[in-house]
Structures are given as structure tokens and as C-alpha cells.
């Protein structure tokens, strides 16, 4: 009888530990999950409003207000031809995002989302200052055509305010940016943390 009990309580204490790592894992796969779901909302966010721009270019650019000269026409062409470059290149992110399976414990995993990590640390660096600097010479490719249609200062106010505007806009995407960027640096060290688990199991 002793011998037993004795058995129940040694296979009770083997057996107790192993449901808090499965409940600490089922845990992190949320949590990565959850974080995955906030990066990809704001990869959407930036589809929206590069479309958005696009279409007001397109419509006010092309349609309206049309640009006649070569040099005014390529300049309308560019500005839409780089946000939506940069729209494909959020699609093709977010479809990359999704092939991750989080859930899954293994090395490869963890590789996978380091990449996807580098990945989007350089679409927003090289990949967005170099789509920025060609989006801005087109803008000021208008200028020369626009400059036609209205007083001078008007264009010299409308040349120097551009960059004004433009920093302020880059400097709140960079805060959502970085807000993306922690999301994957987080999702990272949880996978990692899956593996870890993975192998002292």
C-alpha cells in the first residue's frame, strides 16, 4: 500500500510540472501572435494612406489639373509610381508575415522571423530613403510647370515648405516604425524563448 501511494506521489510531482510549460508556451504563441497582428495593422495603415496619396495625385495630377510638359508629366508618373512600389512592397511584407507559423516550435522558425526582421529593417531604411529622395525630385520636377500657373512666391513658399512638411511626416512614421520594428524584436526573443523551451523538454 505504502509502495503505492508512494508511487502516485512520484508520478504526481513528474507529471505536475509538465502542464505550466505547456500553458507557459500556449502563452507566448499568443502573445507573439498579438504582436504579429499589431505589426501587420500598421503595415495596412501604411497601405491605406500610400493609396490614398496616390489616388489624390492621380486624380488632382493627372485628371484635373494635368501636368502638360514632359518634364511635368514625369514628375506625376514618378510620385505615383513610388508609393505604389512602396504598396507592393508592404503587401509582399505582410504575405511573408503571414508564412511565419509562430506556433511552430522549431529553429527555423526563430530564423525565419530574425530575416523577416532584417527584412523590414531595410525597407525602412535603404529601401524608404531611396523611394523618399526620387518621390521628392519628382515633386520638384512640377515646380517649373507650376510656377506658370501662379506668382512666384507662391512656388518658392510651396519649394521651402516641402521639406518642413515632409520631416514632420517622416518623423511620425518613424515612431510608428519603431513601434513595428519592437513588435518584431519582441516576437523574436519570444520565439527564441519557444526554442529554448523546445529544447530542455
Known sequence: MNNELDNLKSMWRNA???????????????????????????????????????LVIYIFLWQLYPYHTALGKTGVIIMIGSLVLRIVIEIFSIRKWHHIQLDAHTLQNTRQTLDYYEFRKFIHGSVTYTIVIVYTLAFYCLLPEFSQQVPAWVTVLIGISYPVGAAILIRQIRKGIRREMDDITAISRLSESLQSADDTE
Open 16 to 54: 505536475a510540472p509538465a502542464e505550466p510549460p505547456a500553458a507557459s508556451a500556449r502563452a507566448i504563441v499568443n502573445k507573439a501572435k498579438a504582436k504579429r497582428r499589431s505589426s501587420i495593422f500598421f503595415q495596412y495603415g501604411n497601405i491605406a494612406v500610400l493609396s490614398a496619396t496616390a
